[in-house]
Nanobody, 122 residues
Framework: VQLQASGGGLVQAGGSLTLSCAASGRTFSTYFMAWFRQAPGKEREFVAAISRYGGSIDYADSVKGRVTISRDNAKNTLLLQMNSLKPEDTAVYYC????????????????WGQGTQVTVSS
């Protein structure tokens, strides 16, 4: 599956942003999907993951209550709605896919989008 993330930008603290990930190639609904982020000088960090049909969702503690992951299998689209953004949310956000398991580890994901920059100003 090929992935392309979009929707990043510059937003003030407390603001909102919705990221999108468009998938093409093999059937989108066969994949577990996730969002990760990577800030400069830091390791790639798990943000949220969703099962094939959305029945299971997992959030990192750092974003729980502020973000919502969702998917539209008919449109081959993954979304990440982010509210109450903080400067520490500043990072490049990546969408990722794997066909095996709902996971938090980057190494479990075999397909990655190119990333979209989110910058939150204080």
């Amino acid at each position: 599956v090929q992935l392309q993330a979009s929707g990043g930008g510059l937003v003030q603290a407390g603001g909102s942003l919705t990221l999108s990930c468009a998938a093409s190639g093999r059937t989108f609904s066969t994949y577990f999907m996730a969002w990760f982020r990577q800030a400069p000088g830091k390791e790639r960090e798990f943000v949220a993951a969703i099962s094939r049909y959305g029945g299971s969702i997992d959030y990192a503690d750092s974003v729980k209550g502020r973000v919502t992951i969702s998917r539209d299998n008919a449109k081959n689209t993954l979304l990440l709605q982010m509210n109450s953004l903080k400067p520490e949310d500043t990072a490049v956000y990546y969408c990722a896919a794997n066909s095996v398991v709902l996971a938090r580890t980057p190494n479990d994901y075999k397909s990655w989008g190119q990333g979209t920059q989110v910058t939150v100003s204080s």
